[in-house]
Nanobody
Framework: EVQLVESGGGLVQPGGSLRLSCEAS????????LSWVRQAPGKELEWVSG????????YYAESMKDRFSVSRDNAKNTLFLQMNSLRSEDTAVYYC???????????????WGQGTQVTVSS
């Protein structure tokens, strides 16, 4: 069975950092582009970042540029999201997703993780 399991969320102060991880199993990891999606309380899903099958191409939503960094380790079937300079508006559940095909665009999500909570508060 395909599984994406996020970890690394928690409580952090404004301006702080967190590193999220997503361990994948049940599918050929290197055959798929990946992305992060988040959902803040009372809001709709928001696309955060994407990465191609080999990590060569990355994309970020405008509000995350220069603060977040997405990467992957295909040997370990793991996706990462390094988050710096965190703001209260970054508070959300963060989901790891698998995309159809090896490229990020067009974004076609076919696999979802269970999510990990990130709370930015003083």
């Amino acid at each position: 069975e395909v599984q994406l399991v996020e970890s690394g969320g928690g409580l952090v102060q404004p301006g702080g950092s967190l590193r999220l991880s997503c361990e994948a199993s049940g599918f050929p990891f290197e055959d798929y582009a990946l992305s992060w999606v988040r959902q803040a309380p009372g809001k709709e899903l928001e696309w955060v970042s994407g990465i191609s099958w080999n990590g060569a191409i990355t994309y970020y939503a405008e509000s995350m540029k220069d603060r977040f960094s997405v990467s992957r380790d295909n040997a370990k079937n793991t996706l990462f999201l390094q988050m710096n300079s965190l703001r209260s508006e970054d508070t959300a559940v963060y989901y790891c997703t698998g995309l159809k095909g090896r490229t990020v665009r067009p974004v076609r999500i076919i696999y979802w993780g269970q999510g990990t909570q990130v709370t930015v508060s003083s």
